[in-house]
């Protein structure tokens, strides 16, 4: 599996997840905007290198806590910010400690809860379950994995002394792993920065939406409310991201352009692709209910994200054309499956039925089952072209009292718009900026 495939499910599902579970948690409180999460993935190359990874992010959350505990200790006894912190910098954890004991009779250890001091370990155990009792009497057991949460106070002893399972699947914990040095375990860190000056699409893909879209009875082959969100989201991205300057989407997936000189995260993939996809996971689980108002959001969707360098403008182009090229596609043979299905065909009859068939031909058919002539090019241009994101000016004329007066303003659009002819890139030259990057798109041709 792709290295981005695996980080960008885990943080689009968590983000997801957070968003659904945020009520159970602050009843009282609006979540306010999408919240998103970026990752990184380090690939630990020993089971050594794992739990020196492990104690050093418990030794990270121990020192962070320590140091804000004295700091809003002092800030809140009066000290200017500015202040409490200029006392704290540099101070050993020993002086940390007995400041907090003299001055505000907190015992570090005794008096702060262990989440706080130790994070939080989540892991799957074994545990026996009693399934039923046998006539004599006797419980039948079975073992189940499950999901618990440890504020231990040491990783590296819970492990030993308690996880029988974590023992039996990666090894005793290592003792003296206090000693490896964080450098160590950063280097293992999976860096790739994106190649300077091209253009970076990230292309995210809704995990398993063939399910999800049963489960929550999309309508066939398209729902146009599925996609009016999906699209909501892209333009939210657009909002967040002032880097991304244009978005294709059809489906379950979405392609976000960022412009070449962008310097988002430093250029790092992983960076950008888990921010971007964990935003998009985020505003799709916050505006479920504002698109299906009747629908219950039955569990949290995600998606995975890639990124993909494009030297040229040219090469840019033929990506985009290449999805709408695919939009065209699949569309047309949906279509045409879904009205052979509905007209009484089994669904493997339909696919038989379709095997081979050219455009022409899906489109005759087309006209014949819905008897309506050129039948396809009645569909939503949303369902036939996907959707187009960028930002566009928006005039508005305005009575000012001295007659009336255009005012523009940049807005972000969602249109459903030919983008594999040259015409649409020379109608909008602000989106891929031509003047500031010196081509000239009349010779962009896109080759599909
Ligand atoms: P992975 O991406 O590999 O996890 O699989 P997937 O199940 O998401 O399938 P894929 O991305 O290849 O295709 C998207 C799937 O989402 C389609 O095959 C449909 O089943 C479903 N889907 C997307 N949009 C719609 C829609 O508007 N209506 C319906 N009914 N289904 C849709
Ligand atoms: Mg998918």
Known sequence: MLCSKIHSLIVSFFTSVYVVKWKTFFPQKDLRYAPSLRSRVTCCASVEVLQAYLVWRQFECHLNNQHDTCLWQLIKSGKPAKEAKEMLKGSHKQVKNELLYQCFNINYKKD??????????????????IVKYKDDG??????RRKVITVHSENIASFWNDDQLCLLKELGQFTEDLNKTKPDYVKSFQYESRLMP???????IDGCHFHRFSEVHEFEKPNDAQALNLMNSCAAGALEEFKDIIFAYGVSDEYSFVLKKESQLYGRHASEIVSAVVSFFSSLYTMKWNEFFPHKELKY??????????YPSCEILLDYLAW?????????QYNTCFWMLVKSGKSKSEAQNYLKGTQTQEKNELLDQLSGIVNYYHTLPPMFCQGSSVY??????IVDNGEGSAGKSR????VKHCNIIETSFWQAHPDILDEKHNGFTLLSCSTSV
């Open 112 to 129: 702060i809860p262990e989440i706080f001091r130790q994070g939080t370990c989540v892991l799957k155990t074994e545990v026996e379950d």
């Open 138 to 143: 006797c419980p039948v057991k079975r073992p």
């Open 197 to 203: 000056s091209t253009w970076i699409v990230i292309r």
């Open 300 to 309: 949290p969707p995600y998606f995975d994200g890639r990124a993909v360098c």
């Open 323 to 331: 999805r709408q090229v695919d939009c065209h596609i699949n569309n």
């Open 391 to 396: 930002w566009d000016r928006e005039t508005k």
């Open 410 to 413: 940049k807005i972000v659009v």
